[in-house]
């Protein structure tokens, strides 16, 4: 006869083992009650910093770029198109602002200011340009004039030397008794103009023929101290008595701005009058926009 042995009794759980259940677990092993972090995606790297993690920066491409370079050759542009009637001066802004507003493009900056600056220093740059040569050419013509000027001496000399010969006739006719003759003769009258006021007068003239200048303009570049630094009294001399055909003056001005510029009527009117540009009067502007295309 067999005898049946029952199996062995499974060990019990002593009072210390269920103290901390999770004493022998693997460290590596997740838990049921940790969470896995969020993946990193663009709606995620929008929304703000959890409290102690680190801040979100934007991407390097999505950054905003600094106008730098525009804002400057905005700011020359517009120093440049003031100043543009100023010799030399114009020329430097207008190319500084050209090259800034250049330099703003290729960097790909605010393109409407690039844009504006590098037209302001175009026209600058043109207009000091023609202001620097015409100068130049004034220069040349100043020293051609006074060339003729012993000519001018000899002629009084020889008009003086005139009336010494007629002296000597009435000297020989002394018995006649008419000894007083002579005397009542009045001396040449020297003229009572200063040579200031000659000068500006032959600089007018000069302004007024190579450059078709407008009164107004020409008196400005006569008292200007950019310019010639005449007095107020000696310019308004030459303003007086320069010989000048204002209208013509202001058509051929006009034919100017459409034949290098490419202005339209109503913009070369603006700019006739004005009194940054060529201070017309309103007369002279309509008579050259009328006969602007004769």
Same mark, same amino acid.
């Given at each position: 006869?067999?005898?049946?042995?029952?199996?062995?009794?499974?060990?019990?759980?002593?009072?210390?083992?269920? &103290?901390?259940?999770?004493?022998? &677990?693997?460290?590596?092993?997740?838990?049921?009650?940790?969470?896995?972090?969020?993946?990193?995606?663009? $709606?995620?790297?929008?929304?703000?910093?959890?409290?102690?993690?680190?801040?979100?920066?934007? %991407?390097?491409?999505?950054?905003?770029?600094?106008?730098?370079?525009?804002?400057?050759?905005?700011?020359?542009?517009?120093?440049?198109?003031?100043?543009?009637?100023?010799?030399?001066?114009?020329?430097?802004?207008?190319?500084?602002?050209?090259?800034?507003?250049?330099?703003? @493009?290729?960097?790909?900056? +605010?393109?409407?200011?690039?844009?504006?600056?590098?037209?302001?220093?175009? @026209?600058?740059?043109?207009?000091?340009? &023609?202001?620097?040569? $015409? @100068?130049?050419?004034? $220069?040349?013509?100043?020293?051609?004039?006074?060339?003729?000027?012993?000519?001018?001496?000899?002629?009084?000399?020889?008009?003086?030397?005139?009336?010494?010969?007629?002296?000597?006739?009435?000297?020989?006719?002394?018995?006649?008794?008419?000894?007083?003759?002579?005397?009542?003769?009045?001396? %040449?009258?020297?003229? +009572?103009? %200063?040579?200031?006021?000659?000068?500006?007068?032959?600089?007018?003239?000069?302004?007024?023929?190579?450059?078709?200048? &407008?009164?107004?303009?020409?008196?400005?570049?006569?008292? +200007?101290?950019?310019?010639?630094?005449?007095?107020?009294?000696?310019?308004?001399?030459?303003?007086?008595?320069? =010989?000048?055909?204002?209208?013509?003056?202001?058509?051929?001005?006009? =034919? +100017?701005?459409?034949?290098?510029?490419?202005?339209?009527?109503?913009?070369?009117?603006?700019?006739?009058?004005?009194?940054?540009?060529?201070?017309?009067?309103?007369?002279?502007?309509?008579?050259?926009?009328?006969? @602007?295309?004769?």
């Amino acid at each position: 006869m067999f005898m049946s042995i029952p199996p062995p009794a499974s060990p019990q759980p002593g009072p210390n083992q269920h &103290s901390n259940p999770n004493q022998h &677990s693997n460290p590596n092993q997740q838990q049921p009650w940790q969470q896995q972090p969020y993946p990193l995606t663009a $709606a995620t790297q929008q929304m703000p910093p959890q409290m102690g993690g680190p801040a979100w920066t934007p %991407p390097p491409g999505q950054a905003k770029k600094p106008a730098t370079f525009a804002i400057i050759a905005l700011v020359v542009g517009i120093i440049a198109f003031l100043t543009g009637l100023v010799p030399v001066l114009g020329i430097l802004l207008g190319a500084a602002g050209i090259a800034l507003g250049i330099i703003a @493009l290729i960097k790909k900056q +605010s393109k409407g200011m690039a844009i504006v600056a590098i037209v302001f220093s175009g @026209l600058a740059f043109i207009a000091s340009g &023609s202001t620097t040569a $015409a @100068l130049g050419t004034i $220069a040349g013509n100043a020293d051609s004039q006074s060339a003729p000027v012993p000519i001018e001496t000899t002629e009084p000399t020889e008009a003086a030397e005139e009336p010494a010969e007629v002296v000597e006739e009435p000297a020989v006719v002394e018995e006649t008794e008419e000894p007083a003759a002579p005397a009542p003769e009045p001396e %040449p009258e020297e003229p +009572s103009v %200063p040579a200031e006021y000659t000068s500006a007068l032959s600089k007018a003239g000069t302004y007024s023929d190579l450059m078709y200048m &407008s009164k107004a303009g020409i008196y400005d570049q006569l008292t +200007s101290e950019y310019g010639e630094q005449f007095s107020a009294e000696a310019a308004q001399y030459a303003i007086d008595n320069v =010989k000048a055909d204002w209208n013509a003056n202001a058509l051929e001005k006009a =034919k +100017s701005y459409q034949d290098t510029m490419s202005m339209s009527p109503a913009a070369i009117y603006d700019q006739l009058i004005s009194e940054y540009g060529e201070k017309f009067l309103p007369s002279e502007a309509d008579y050259a926009i009328a006969h @602007l295309n004769d």
